[in-house]
T-cell receptor, first 113, second 112 residues
Framework: GAVVSQHPSWVICKSGTSVKIECRSLDFQATTMFWYRQFPKQSLMLMATSNEGSKATYEQGVEKDKFLINHASLTLSTLTVTSAHPEDSSFYIC?????????FGEGSWLTVV | DAKTTQPPSMDCAEGRAANLPCNHSTISGNEYVYWYRQIHSQGPQYIIHGLKNNETNEMASLIITEDRKSSTLILPHATLRDTAVYYCIVRPPGGGADGLTFGKGTHLIIQP
């Protein structure tokens, strides 16, 4: 069964609005979670590392003010896409390590219209 | 940059064994080899990982060469549901602070 869960699975929002995606670790605690973005026919690209109780660390080229990450508890990290634009439309995926293995959520499809 | 090289695509007949190769010639002595797969429009699914010994679980077998510079993922009896992109990734032990780096993977197509 799933060990990492994302919500929502898909969302459509208007350009200029913000949208929040949740990532939960099920039955285990995760001090670190990872957020990825995947465009059609491309591989996953790591966006940022979410750290419980401290600031997220962002990969080069990822705007921290646009992609707000909050890791307020040991089982929940959220990614908020602020002032979304059509070019932000993508598949967003989170993951969390449990032991030596990293498990991924089901992914969240974002469409900005 | 991904530290692995995989063929972009492969075909396999349903019911046959699917053997997916991966080159990781620059792997460090303490790095593990992980395999994930991504079925269309879903998040990646963990398959198996290993260090230097061959590994087997309910999904697949992992064969790592003695010099550890390459490995092969084996799906013993492929089904249509095994059609997916398969990613081979190297990762240090306890690398919980670092996200995985994905290459382009191998698109495995199981033919009926």
């Amino acid at each position: 069964g799933a060990v990492v869960s994302q919500h929502p699975s898909w969302v459509i929002c208007k350009s200029g609005t913000s949208v929040k995606i949740e990532c939960r670790s099920l039955d285990f605690q995760a001090t670190t979670m990872f957020w990825y973005r995947q465009f059609p026919k491309q591989s996953l690209m790591l966006m940022a590392t979410s750290n419980e109780g401290s600031k997220a660390t962002y990969e080069q080229g990822v705007e921290k003010d646009k992609f707000l990450i909050n890791h307020a508890s040991l089982t929940l990290s959220t990614l908020t896409v602020t002032s979304a634009h059509p070019e932000d439309s993508s598949f967003y995926i989170c993951s969390a390590p449990r032991g030596n293995t990293i498990y991924f959520g089901e992914g969240s499809w974002l469409t900005v219209v | 940059d991904a530290k692995t090289t995989q063929p972009p695509s492969m075909d396999c007949a349903e019911g046959r064994a699917a053997n997916l190769p991966c080159n990781h010639s620059t792997i460090s002595g303490n790095e593990y080899v992980y395999w994930y797969r991504q079925i269309h429009s879903q998040g990646p699914q963990y398959i198996i990982h290993g260090l230097k010994n061959n590994e087997t679980n309910e999904m697949a077998s992992l064969i790592i060469t003695e010099d550890r510079k390459s490995s092969t993922l084996i799906l013993p009896h492929a089904t249509l549901r095994d059609t997916a992109v398969y990613y081979c990734i190297v990762r240090p032990p306890g690398g919980g602070a670092d996200g995985l780096t994905f290459g382009k993977g191998t698109h495995l197509i199981i033919q009926p």
